[in-house]
């Protein structure tokens, strides 16, 4: 039974969603399928107009940004640069959504993408033809996801432990500061410490630390939720502390976290989604404070356990009692400033 939409007419940029098209891989997995992998397998075809069904199912998304998640790379080029076909690609979908045929819509109005930062200061040049593919080009994410039990993450991740502590890794990390970008961190919760350090080593440079730090819930953690949440908050206050840093609250639906366990798309209501969420948002935000804290989708990958609806639904439960200068911070304001889209909002 479809749910009520709650505060309809609140703006919202979606700061974090992805498009793929994954029919190709789908059966080249080994069986049994990891949940996360069931995930993706549920919504294996995500492009434009998958995106715009769910961002206009209720609530007032007026703009999206897309994050790289390995999708159309430019085979023809090199290994390097092959990252900036994915650009090339989400700059025609959002090219799509500006023509005006669908109203003041604009999604992927800001493009995050992808660059090998362990290439060093060649990375510079990666880059730059990043920057070159488009002008809603605004920064990167290098995830550095990693876990010694093969079980937690599955199939599809293979990065190496320690990254971002890596020198070369850093190397490439300064050329975004040179060029104005952002930098969107994900690790799984015991490598949070991992940003802090590279937060603390560059001051400067804007991050942005995805999916509350990535709670863990499946394989060898499953049941420890409760047991390494002292320690996740810990993390999260120490990162709050860093005035570069900014939070995106969601991704608590996807498989690694599952929050909750059943899934793929559970079809379990807002109600009970805020109720589980409700202590990392809360932590978070307090943490972060509503100009550095937002609030992203994460679709498709958190439909393993949230509709879309439902979703924003929840996080609106959680933020009742929040004032409206809070509400358009966490909705869409810091989303904004970070991701270069206060335009978006003086049309809101």
Known sequence: ?????????????????????????????????????AALVDAAYYTFDALYADTHSG???????????????????????????????????????ASGLYGD??????????????????????????????????????????????ATLGPPFHHPEGLYLDAKFREGFAELGKRGLTFDAWVLEPQLGDVLDLARAFPEQTIVLDHCGTPLNIGPYNGT???HFARWRNSIQALGECPNVSVKLGGLAMAFCMMPEEGPAAGIGSGKLAEMWRPYIETCIEAFGPARAMFESNYPVDRWGASYPALWNAFKRITTGASDEEKHQLYAGTAAKVYRLENLLGAS
């Open 225 to 227: 939720l409760g047991e």
């Open 59 to 97: 609530h007032n998304v007026i703009g999206t940004v897309f994050m790289e998640c390995g999708a159309f790379y430019d085979s023809s080029r090199g290994d390097a640069l092959k990252p900036v076909g994915e650009v090339e690609f989400v700059n025609g979908v959002a090219a799509q959504g």
């Open 1 to 37: 039974m479809a749910e009520e939409i709650l505060e309809p007419d609140l703006p919202i940029i979606d700061p974090h969603h992805h498009l793929w098209d994954l029919r190709p891989l789908v059966g080249a997995f080994p069986e049994p399928l990891h949940p996360f992998v």
């Open 105 to 150: 819509y604009r999604p992927c109005a800001s493009i995050v993408g992808h660059a090998d930062l362990t290439l060093g200061a060649k990375a510079g040049e990666v880059l730059d033809a990043l920057q070159a593919a488009s002008q809603r080009f605004v920064g990167i994410r290098h995830a550095a996801a990693w876990d010694a039990d093969p």
